[in-house]
């Protein structure tokens, strides 16, 4: 009965490559988000997706690009990989019910760029 | 800009005793903060949520409090137990997107 769900949970790749990685949530929420977790810890928002309609997107470059093709599932393909991207990717959903709303996080993908 | 702050130096308790963690705030009035779980290798997990015009938040062992003059926000483990050690992050936000610190790792020795 898991919540949210990503795959692959290791990825290990050379500069230059795209890679996707996929997120699943059965929570019934209506909103998923992607946040990169790096090196010294820092969990920063990425992409929110709303009902599979993108309604935020911080500064990340455009090699990045989220896709969502229902709302139960929200997918991030990146191309050409740099090293700077190594990093720990998180996937998770909310409830917006107000303000308040408490994250779901998956398990994370420990991306390493060589 | 907005800074959500934590000790970067781990807490180092023993058994038994209350772990008291800090999250500072700056540049910024959050309409609430919330505490987070993250175990090595595993993703966060919610634990408190205390709105801004609430003092205090109790459950079970933990207790948060949230003092808007300090701009402050103390997380309290009492009890504690070697099962307690992980990094407890802290958020803060004004929309429904919080934003996190970089956590505190608290160790409880047996």
């Known amino acids: 009965d898991t919540a949210v769900s990503q795959t692959p949970k290791y990825l290990v790749t050379q500069m230059g490559n795209d890679k996707s990685i996929k997120c699943e949530q059965n929570?019934?929420?209506?909103?998923m988000y992607w946040y990169k977790q790096d090196s010294k810890k820092f969990l920063k928002i990425m992409f929110s997706?709303?009902?599979?309609?993108?309604?935020i997107n911080e500064t990340v470059p455009n090699r990045f690009s989220p896709k969502s093709p229902d709302k139960a599932h929200l997918n991030l393909h990146i191309n050409s990989l740099e090293l700077g991207d190594s990093a720990v990717y998180f996937c998770?959903?909310?409830?917006?019910?107000?303000?308040?709303?408490?994250?779901?996080f998956g398990p994370g993908t420990r991306l390493t760029v060589l | 800009s907005q800074k959500i702050e934590q000790n970067s130096e781990a807490l180092n308790i023993q058994e038994g005793k209350t772990a008291t963690l800090t999250c500072n705030y700056t540049?910024?009035?959050?309409?609430?903060l919330q505490w987070y779980r993250q175990d090595p290798g595993r993703g966060p997990v919610f634990l408190l949520l205390?709105?801004?015009?609430?003092k205090e938040k109790r459950k079970e062992r933990l207790k948060v409090t949230f003092d808007t003059t300090l701009k402050q926000s103390l997380f309290h483990i009492t009890a504690s137990q070697p099962a307690d050690s992980a990094t407890y992050l802290c958020?803060?936000?004004?929309?429904?997107?919080?934003?996190f610190g970089r956590g505190t790792s608290l160790i409880v020795h047996p």
């Open positions: 998770a959903s909310s409830h917006p019910r107000g303000r308040y709303n408490e994250q779901f």
């Open positions: 929570l019934g929420h209506d909103t």
């Open positions: 997706y709303n009902n599979k309609e993108l309604i």
């Open positions: 540049n910024y009035s959050p309409a609430y």
């Open positions: 205390i709105r801004e015009n609430e």
């Open positions: 958020a803060a936000g004004g929309s429904y997107i919080p934003t």
